[in-house]
């Protein structure tokens, strides 16, 4: 770890900072929206705006303004005068910061890495977003580690550390963010190590680090959950839902019964912590829902029933999730389907039969479980209530996050269909379509009454919070595809699509 001088650090404790920013985001009915979006998913890590008032229609064609960008995931931050974000283009690796007024780049710093990460084709090894306090912004890459940059683009210090390993060389995802003077990084990995890591983020040094010894890779992003003036840390990782103590990092509780990879984030309200995760696979519901059997019958020469494994092309692969158009690389399953069929050949015949197929999809299916869980922190098992108060099985998103706003939890899945929850209750209180479909990769963003739904395909569909049944409000297709979470600040939306950065507001 390298530590770099400077000279004009604010000198303002990090935790004061943090009380600002969380003063700010609570501003109702002054007019003045909050003014910073410092880190994913905004200044308490929820995607709520409060006070903003942010457009309701908006294109390409009537942005503020909008400015070319090299590709990348990072989700836009705001701080001040700066927006950062990150970006990869052949290989190369940068830290970026644009001027907020105008969109025009400010500077750009190449990352040193030797070499960068594998990732999946739908990935990007710019996916974390930046973290920014008063003094610096804080970037994160799974090919090289932690860097701080002043927001004048002065190296402050860095902290090199090992890429994560995903199995299905998936790459990283998970997000530094802003706790106190602390900066708080999850890395959990395939390969042994996981571990929960702390830095004291105006110096880069070590504040504590929590080994997760029974934790796989994951890209969820942790949040800090209040706690009625207790704060916690929360992460969702393989399996477990788990949170952490900020002054030492000792685990302060746990609720297991989760899928074995978990990509969203925690949302949270007052007493209760919402957390969730589509199965194995992208798998949304208890059934799989990709093709199977009847797709491979057109294999079976003589209708006999069976499949001959010979007969299936070596290069074959089934459809993992019908919900994403033609042509996406999570569409496909990434791996041949005789080798399956194969493993399936109990009696070692060379075919395989609808019986064999749904022997093993059922064993497939009892490896976990899509569901999301409103947790109740800190509540005992034996004494008081228990530690969950309800969970929903049914139409969970693998990547999008939930947003918890006006006490509703919005979910949204491939296919473009939206699950709103009385978060109280959990009980349905409607799930439709929102005529958008494709896949769904941003987490939604809420301010105003709305909730923000932006699309793959690059349509960012608004809905009415408050009625209890859908209410789309405005339909916003930008024409480029928008994999990154907006951000919301002063009033203004900010939305990062496959070629631009734009900045939207109300006319």
Known sequence: MKVFP??????????????????????????????????????????????????????????????????????????GDRIFLSSCETNKLECRAYERASGRLLWAKPVPAEKIEATHPFNNPAAATPAADAAHVVFYFGSYGLLAYTHDGRLAWERKLPAPVSRGNYGSASSPILCGDLLVQALDTDEGGSRLLALNRATGETAWET???????????????????????????????????????????????????????????????????????????????????????????????????????????????????????????????????????????GAATKEEWDLAMGEFEQMDAPVVMAVRPGAEKNDGPQPVAWKVLRGIPEIP????????LFLVRDGGLVQCLAADSGSVIYQERLGVTGGYAASPVAADGRVYFASQSGTITVIDAGANQLKV????????????????????LYVRTEKHLFAFVAR
């Open 211 to 349: 080994p997760r010894p029974l934790f796989s890779c994951g890209w969820s992003t942790p949040v800090v959950w209040p706690g009625n003036g207790k704060p916690q840390i929360v992460l969702l990782g393989s399996k477990k839902l788990t949170a952490y103590a900020p002054a030492d990092g000792k685990e302060l509780w746990s609720v297991a019964g989760f899928p074995l990879e978990t990509s969203p984030s925690p949302a949270f309200d007052d007493q209760q912590v919402f957390a969730g995760s589509a199965g194995i696979g992208g798998r949304s519901n208890p059934k799989f829902e990709g093709s199977g059997w009847a797709e491979l019958l057109q294999f079976d020469s003589n209708q006999d029933g069976k499949i001959q494994i010979t007969e299936v092309p070596e290069s074959y692969r089934l459809v993992q999730r019908p919900q994403l158009p033609v042509g996406h690389p999570g569409r496909i399953l990434p791996f041949p389907v005789r080798g399956m069929l194969e493993g399936m050949d109990k009696d070692k015949d």
């Open 473 to 492: 409000l405005a339909t916003n297709a930008l024409g480029e595809s928008i994999t990154a979470t907006p951000a919301m600040a002063d009033d203004k």
């Open 6 to 79: 400077t000279q004009s650090w604010p000198r303002i404790a990090g935790t004061r900072i943090w009380m600002q920013i969380l003063a700010l985001s609570t501003l109702t009915g002054s007019g003045l929206g909050q003014p910073f979006w410092p880190q994913f998913r905004g200044p308490t890590g929820q995607g709520v705006a409060t006070g903003a008032r942010p457009p309701l229609a908006f294109s390409m064609t009537n942005a503020l303004w909008a400015t070319a960008l090299p590709p990348g995931h990072s989700s836009p931050c705001v701080w």
């Open 401 to 408: 996050s939930p947003v918890c706003y006006q006490g509703k």
